[in-house]
């Protein structure tokens, strides 16, 4: 910081830097939490997160943030502080418009509907957690009147995760996706030419799968004097500071996969947030400009890179050096023909790329039809399957592999969903711009993975959310989201693996 | 909490829980730092620790907290708040007496000097470190003036560590203390019956090492749900809340006592902490008494428990089923002897149970003349060696191997370095009032190791901060300080080693 501020500017940095503070032992919690903390400890630990929590929430909503904003919004003259400031106002915006005893019932809602959730999931039993969605949707109807809207009501909910997106762009490109995919799927049920997933179902001690992907995200770029790589029951990704990335995965020691793509997937997340520019550090503005982006980094990585042919090209042999005896005999071909079987799951997590996006539109169309009152929970179990059924051609047994596998409700994240879908299709559009600059496939044949990861960080890591994601998006592509791309590249590989 | 209290008692408790949710942040981050986090990320992480520090900081020192040791000190008729705010008027009390400017130029100083004394050490170059020490020693000279005293200036310091210790104590106990152990030392020198050390310095594979001592925290009622065992540099414990104590030691694979004994002595620390009463969770009073008790229990398991003959007829054959073959040949005696070898050494931390209380004497006396201002900084090597050679008949050829062999003095820890000499003697004075309620040796062969953690729990651990260090001592052991179980004990116990 060699820069001159002004007094109130500085004092502006000095207050952000506090927040971030808190943030930064609050994802040192969290990462602790998943991976190492001791059981009994748990109980106290809540309660330490709840006050570090409130004390983020009371600095980020105080008279002196409003001061803040007040003074510097139009005064100062430097970006970033300028960014900065938008960024939290638009949070303290939020805030303030929520009737404090209000957000505190939702508060306690959202962790009894947890805990409702889990055991209901595990019961299968969508009566048990239907009051409580009921509450958390009244909620979210109500927040976002409060906020407002220009157009659609779900819009304001899509802004907290994916600022730009409304439902109007959603609603033109979804069903021109869904089609798309519907028809792609029809043609892989028809195809006479089916990968067999058996052959790679073999038995991969986990300490192996660990070195191979360890290998593999040392390839592409991964700072490990900057992160570490551990293990979990869920896989995520958590900054704890701008040098400190961490990732964790889990592992199936019958289907490699799960680490593989897993931990590849995290490492496109950590990416991102490791090549941020240093100058936005300690801001707000110092981590991915939105979910979709995100996602866009890490599935990047995991479907572009890691499930193409290029990629098994280079990559097949050191996989072996890893891998025991019963892979070394499978051709490449059977091979990267079975780790991209497409076959629909009742689970979205366990989708395959073709018929991931489809779970995601079911959510959207139900969880917009919910806010804007078109729907009553009562009937969501049904619905779901109704079009599990229209989508992807299989009806759930149960709502435990219907309506109740995902979390995201019972935490009242709605308009979360759609990010997972513009991932996808951001990362074909990206895809085809760094095209335009060098042949990805040769470069990934070439194990050049750090010039994607380079050309990345130009793009879109070092901007942080210093850019919002469309700018991004028509900076890098000249274009606005575009499905196409997407379909493309579906269909180029698929017609390639199932021949029809 | 299901007692009742006035609004300001309510208020209060919820302001310590607030100063508690900080303290556990920063003891995840120090923990995380010494054992996971990647290097890059220090940077930052400091920064981080600076803020949250000094929010506690501002939060001890607060015109509400003084408000509150106001209207409370007198009016509560809950003992614990009447304990709680007895503390926090200790602490308010010292920081508001510093004036601000000093103590943030103290801050740095010791941040500047720790770093400087790494280096000197290194090099072994005092003079490098010199000066800062000087300022160091000035500053607590000064601060001890503003704290004020009634006897000696050394006193105020003392109390930081071990309330209720005097230097008129310390110079009654630690010269009776001192001829005695020189003594024994000279009787140990003349011996014709010398133990071969040589025997136990086996490679022992690091996982194998670690599976022993897990077994042995497990026997002493380490609970692993209430904590963990890590790798570190330099072995500690950690208490993030009281259901969440953790340990880390380090592996030595030619010399299994620095991993056994280190890991045992860090346990006996975990378990004070782990069996605090519940009803002190959240205040200030939910941690051990003081430095010199602290010790007194790591010491005692480590020693009294793990050094002693009845403890490895128990655990000899635990211990072989983990150990190399090199070490199955070893007669029990030789092994009994051999870790038990008495040899002066320069480094404090390498010092056997009979000479560490000589090293803790040389500290002892400089820092007090230091204090009082009887001696200079600049004679510090010179009488350090002088004292060495006195009473351990060894003079350290420089001063790595001498005066700048520990960090306490470059962080400005003066007064401290009594505590564990304290934790000998009160430890010693333990093990003789445990002997009162049943026979430990018998217990130990038994392999009754949770019977002594109950003794300790209910004798010392459940009281926390609730009781005074010398009020503890004096309601378990009728006595106080008393340096003759110490010396009886290693007499007896050297005497059957080294036969004299």
């Known amino acids: 910081m060699s820069k001159t501020y002004t007094k109130t500017e500085k004092a502006f940095l000095t207050y952000l830097?506090?927040?971030?503070a808190y943030h930064e032992a609050l994802s040192l919690i969290f990462w602790d939490l998943r991976t190492k903390a001791p059981k009994k400890g748990v109980k106290t630990r809540s309660e330490t997160i709840g006050i570090l929590s409130s004390k983020v929430?009371?600095?980020?909503?105080?008279?002196?943030?409003?001061?803040?904003?007040?003074?510097?919004?139009?005064?100062?003259?430097?970006?970033?502080?300028?960014?900065?400031?938008?960024?939290?106002?638009?949070?303290?915006?939020?805030?303030?418009?929520?009737p404090e005893d209000e957000n505190k019932e939702y508060v306690t809602l959202q962790s009894q509907a947890e805990s409702v959730w889990e055991e209901a999931r595990e019961k299968s039993d969508f009566e048990m957690f239907k009051p409580y969605l009921e509450k958390l949707v009244d909620f979210n109807i109500k927040f976002a009147n409060y906020w407002g809207y220009d157009q659609h009501i779900y819009d304001t909910l899509l802004d907290i995760y994916e600022p730009g997106i409304t439902v109007k762009q959603l609603d033109e490109v979804f069903?021109?996706?869904?089609?798309?995919?519907?028809?792609?799927?029809?043609?892989v049920k028809r195809s006479k030419n089916k990968p067999d997933p058996s052959v790679i179902l073999q038995k991969f001690p986990k300490e192996d799968q660990k070195r191979f992907t360890l290998e593999i995200l040392e390839q592409m770029g991964y700072d490990f004097e900057a992160g570490r790589l551990d293990d979990t029951v869920h896989p995520f990704e958590i900054t704890l500071n701008q040098q400190d990335v961490r990732i964790t995965t889990r592992y199936d020691e019958n289907d490699f996969r799960m680490a593989v793509f897993g931990t590849i997937h995290e490492g496109g997340h950590a990416l991102y947030e490791q090549n941020i520019s240093d100058e936005l550090e300690g801001t707000p503005l110092s981590s991915g400009t939105s979910m979709g982006i995100h996602e866009s980094q890490s599935l990047f990585w995991e479907n572009y890179v890691a499930r193409s042919k290029a990629f098994w090209k280079r990559y097949y042999n050191t996989f072996k050096r890893y891998a025991p005896e019963e892979f070394h005999s499978i051709p490449l071909d059977m091979f990267y023909q079975s780790i991209n079987e497409v076959r629909p799951s009742y689970i979205r997590i366990e989708a395959d790329e073709m018929t991931y996006p489809l779970h995601i539109m079911i959510r959207y169309e139900l969880e917009k039809a919910l806010i804007s009152q078109d729907i009553d929970v009562k009937d969501l179990p049904e619905l779901w399957n109704d079009?599990?059924?229209?989508?992807?051609?299989?009806?759930?047994?149960?709502?435990?592999?219907?309506?109740?596998?995902?979390?995201?409700?019972?935490?009242?994240?709605?308009?979360y969903f759609p990010s997972y879908a513009l991932g996808y299709m951001y990362g074909a559009q990206l895809l085809h711009a760094m095209n335009q600059s060098f042949d990805v496939n040769q470069a990934i044949e070439n194990g050049e993975l750090k010039k994607i990861k380079e050309w990345l960080t130009v793009q879109i890591h070092q901007y942080g959310k210093m850019k919002e994601p469309l700018d991004i998006l028509k900076d890098v592509t000249g274009e606005t989201l575009n499905p196409d791309y997407l379909v493309r590249y579906l269909e180029k590989k698929y017609q390639d693996i199932y021949q029809w």
């Open 17 to 20: 830097r506090e927040i971030k």
């Open 57 to 98: 929430h009371r600095m980020t909503t105080s008279d002196r943030m409003k001061e803040f904003i007040d003074q510097l919004k139009d005064e100062t003259k430097d970006p970033i502080i300028h960014k900065a400031v938008l960024e939290c106002e638009k949070k303290y915006e939020r805030s303030i418009k929520i």
């Open 175 to 187: 069903p021109k996706l869904r089609t798309s995919l519907v028809n792609l799927l029809e043609k």
């Open 387 to 415: 079009k599990m059924e229209d989508y992807l051609g299989i009806r759930p047994r149960n709502d435990r592999e219907g309506v109740l596998q995902d979390v995201h409700w019972s935490g009242g994240s709605f308009g």
